[in-house]
T-cell receptor
Framework: DSGVTQTPKHLITATGQRVTLRCSPR?????VYWYQQSLDQGLQFLIQ???????AKGNILERFSAQQFPDLHSELNLSSLELGDSALYFC???????????FGSGTRLTVV | DAKTTQPNSMESNEEEPVHLPCNHS???????IHWYRQLPSQGPEYVIH???SNVNNRMASLAIAEDRKSSTLILHRATLRDAAVYYC??????????????FGKGTKLSVIP
């Protein structure tokens, strides 16, 4: 157990639907990062939150949004889902550069 | 952003040392060098990081060239569990003490029994 908890582990949904992925960071970590990993794209950075505020954005689609709550857990919302959104979604947390990122075990999203 | 270059794949025999190279010729003086690995069907895992001096931990050693334009991750005795994709990354400063990792394609390490 890495200390970063992601739920659910697996999710199957239909095109056009909306889903919410949840991440609880490691205790004490203020930064949360979301990544998408598909077979043909590798690990793509989506978005970073630091202590409740958006800090950096990567290749995140407009149909996707995220937030970090006061208790520091984070949610990634994916809407109007398409087949191409099928991927592994990883959450990571960190306290500072000196300690590296800790990744969760991911949520596997399948859009059918 | 400073970029890294790694071989696409490498092979090693079990119980032998493995040297995974990384070139980062555009590195700046304050860029840390991080290594992560991703085992099949798992999330990435932090391995080691360094700035200027060589670093050792329970997982691996990191040898950094004197000019910092290259580094080498050393696994002292490869095991089957070390078969993974290894990523060499220079984190990007996101401001106020936080930073961001951009993953490339990494090096896929195969370990032969």
């Amino acid at each position: 157990d890495s200390g970063v908890t992601q739920t659910p582990k697996h999710l199957i949904t239909a095109t056009g639907q909306r889903v919410t992925l949840r991440c609880s960071p490691r205790s004490g970590d203020l930064s949360v990062y979301w990544y998408q990993q598909s077979l043909d794209q590798g690990l793509q950075f989506l978005i970073q939150y630091y202590n409740g505020e958006e800090r950096a954005k990567g290749n995140i689609l407009e149909r996707f949004s995220a937030q970090q709550f006061p208790d520091l857990h984070s949610e990634l919302n994916l809407s109007s889902l398409e087949l191409g959104d099928s991927a592994l979604y990883f959450c990571a947390s960190s306290v500072a550069e000196a300690y590296g990122y800790t990744f969760g075990s991911g949520t596997r999203l399948t859009v059918v | 952003d400073a970029k890294t270059t790694q071989p696409n794949s490498m092979e090693s025999n079990e119980e032998e040392p493995v040297h995974l190279p990384c070139n980062h010729s555009t590195i700046s003086g304050t860029d840390y060098i991080h290594w992560y690995r991703q085992l099949p069907s798992q999330g990435p895992e932090y391995v080691i990081h360094g700035l200027t001096s060589n670093v050792n931990n329970r997982m691996a050693s990191l040898a950094i060239a004197e000019d910092r334009k290259s580094s080498t991750l050393i696994l002292h005795r490869a095991t089957l569990r070390d078969a993974a994709v290894y990523y060499c990354i220079l984190p990007t400063d996101s401001g106020a003490g936080s930073y961001q990792l951009t993953f490339g394609k990494g090096t896929k390490l195969s370990v032969i029994p």
